[in-house]
Nanobody, 120 residues
């Protein structure tokens, strides 16, 4: 059984920073791509950033230059550092990862989400 658990959400003012963490735990053989999504109230869940097992990041254009995704492969963790936050960044942020629990077959897992609220 694999679990993803996010932490680090909260309430900040516009222009401030916040860091999110996500830990993958359980019976893990390997972790491939890790991702952060977000879902604003009444809107679809959207991809924010991805990072490969080799550490190559990609970002949606709206967060480029403000957000940084990173990972610690030894700890099976992924991070999202969010700077210069804007009210439109308000959403529930979800961790997502492709994990092989017990061999070569990758399965996709989601965390439970953590709320980020940015006040103007």
């Amino acid at each position: 059984q694999v679990q993803l658990v996010e932490s680090g959400g909260g309430l900040v003012q516009a222009g401030e920073s916040l860091g999110l963490s996500c830990a993958a735990s359980g019976s893990i053989f390997r972790v491939n791509i890790m991702r952060w999504y977000r879902q604003a109230p009444g809107k679809q869940r959207l991809l924010v950033a991805t990072i490969t097992s080799g550490g190559t990041p990609n970002y949606v254009s709206s967060v480029k230059g403000r957000f940084t995704i990173s990972r610690d492969n030894a700890k099976n963790m992924v991070y999202l550092q969010m700077n210069s936050l804007k009210p439109e960044d308000t959403a529930v942020y979800y961790c997502n990862a492709d994990v092989a629990p017990d061999g070569a077959v990758l399965k996709n897992y989601w965390g439970q989400g953590t709320q980020v609220t940015v006040s103007s």
